[in-house]
């Protein structure tokens, strides 16, 4: 029955029923950190707050809902969220990764993960023959970032779940700029699909939280145990603000990818930017692979102005008054990023640059104002 929601009925109705105390048809708040036993065991499936919260649960189907999967779990943020699927491995074990991703990912793996014996292998995986060549025995995950953080590189998903399903590995992606409206990756066979709920599925900049949407019982087991074990959990205030915030994505992300589509285009046009990051290009080197697994191409892109001049970055910057200097993305409201001094700044400029990640680059999250502002702001910035 769930399954059968399109997408714009299941961000508002997946998995959720009026409140069974009075109604509600909005989960109510269960701010409490415990629950009243009649007898030892005697309870309403409730009995501590790390465990389960009627409002956390409520989100939790929510979000297995948008995702198409079985099962959600909800994370105090993105970062917790993938912290639980590494705990799925054992030491020795190996992951083959993005090369281009979040750089507080990449500062997880290498300088959490690493020390306790994981190994990672950071892949640019345009192509797919470099990720099966980096494969070997102990191979046990492969992290797919798409598109990726902040070059808008597109991950083939399909593809590389041919890989994983050939040789039992599990493929997880972070859907985190993409969201739910724009792909599915458990549809392309993915095992896990990760959020940084903080962005577009909060959608106000107004929460930090994480999500896993998975389809098999045993890897949802072996979650829910590492998120109770290690109790990473968000508080039901933050679980209400998600699940709000849910229920207007798909009208948001209508308005963020046409407005994002309108930026990249100007910017394109404009003789004093070089070049323009957006999967939505004909000349993106992965365009065919986006259209084949996006609905559209998103809010986010990233830019240079002409001759990679990192003063002349900054100074647009500096300059924007609606886009906001700040660090996050997916919100209903404008914000320009510097990548190498803010999201990517955990990772060595060498490899960052290797990457594409260059002192002159400027990411934006295009928000869902009008459109005509945005472009006179960044017509007046640039100059
Ligand atoms: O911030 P948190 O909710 O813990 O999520 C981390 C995270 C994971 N994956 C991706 C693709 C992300 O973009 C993020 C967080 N990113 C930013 C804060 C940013 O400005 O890029």
């Excluded at 940084?196 to 098999?216: E, I, M, Q």
């Excluded at 003789?271 to 084949?292: D, L, R, S």
Aim: aromatic content about 8%.
């Amino acid at each position: 029955m769930e399954k059968k929601l399109r997408f714009n009925s299941a961000t508002i109705h997946g998995g959720q029923s009026p409140d069974p105390a009075y109604g509600a048809v909005m989960p109510p708040i269960y701010q409490t950190s415990t629950y009243a036993q009649t007898t030892p065991g005697g309870h309403k499936g409730f009995e501590y707050s790390r465990t389960h919260n009627p409002t956390r649960q409520a989100l939790e189907k929510s979000l297995a809902s948008i995702e198409n999967g079985k099962h959600g779990l909800a994370f105090a943020s993105g970062l917790a969220a993938m912290d639980a699927v590494m705990k799925l491995l054992q030491p020795g074990d190996e992951v083959i990764s993005t090369n281009d991703l979040y750089g507080g990912s990449y500062r997880l793996f290498t300088k959490i993960f690493e020390g306790f014996g994981l190994k990672f292998h950071f892949v640019g995986m345009n192509d797919v023959a470099k990720v099966e060549a980096a494969i070997n025995e102990n191979t046990k995950l492969i992290w797919v970032e798409t598109p990726t953080n902040p070059m808008m590189n597109v991950v083939d998903i399909a593809a590389i779940a041919a890989i994983t399903k050939k040789r039992d590995l599990l493929l997880a992606v972070d859907n985190t700029f993409a969201s739910p409206y724009l792909q599915q990756p458990l549809n392309f066979g993915a095992d896990i699909v990760m959020h940084s709920a903080t962005k577009y599925l909060g959608g106000h900049s107004d929460v930090v939280l994480g999500s896993l949407v998975v389809n098999d019982d045993d890897l949802q087991e072996r979650l829910s145990f590492i998120q109770n074990a290690s109790g990473a959990v968000p508080g039901p205030m933050d679980s209400f603000l998600t699940l709000r915030g849910i229920k207007t994505l798909h009208v948001r992300m209508q308005r963020h990818c046409e407005n994002g589509r309108a930026v990249a285009e100007y910017l394109a046009a404009h003789p004093k930017i070089e070049k323009v990051y957006w999967p939505g290009f004909h000349t993106h080197p992965n365009h065919e692979v986006a259209k084949k697994q996006m609905n559209d191409f998103g809010g986010m892109l990233s830019f240079i102005p002409v001759g990679a001049d990192h003063k002349a970055a900054i100074k647009i910057i500096e300059n924007l008054t609606m886009f906001t200097l700040a660090e996050s993305l997916g919100g209903v409201e404008s914000l320009a990023g510097h990548p190498a001094s803010m999201t990517h700044a955990s990772i060595p400029k060498e490899e960052r640059e290797k990457s594409g990640v260059v002192d002159a680059l400027i990411r934006l999250s295009v928000g869902i104002e009008d459109v005509n502002d945005l472009i006179k702001d960044l017509e007046q910035a640039i100059g």
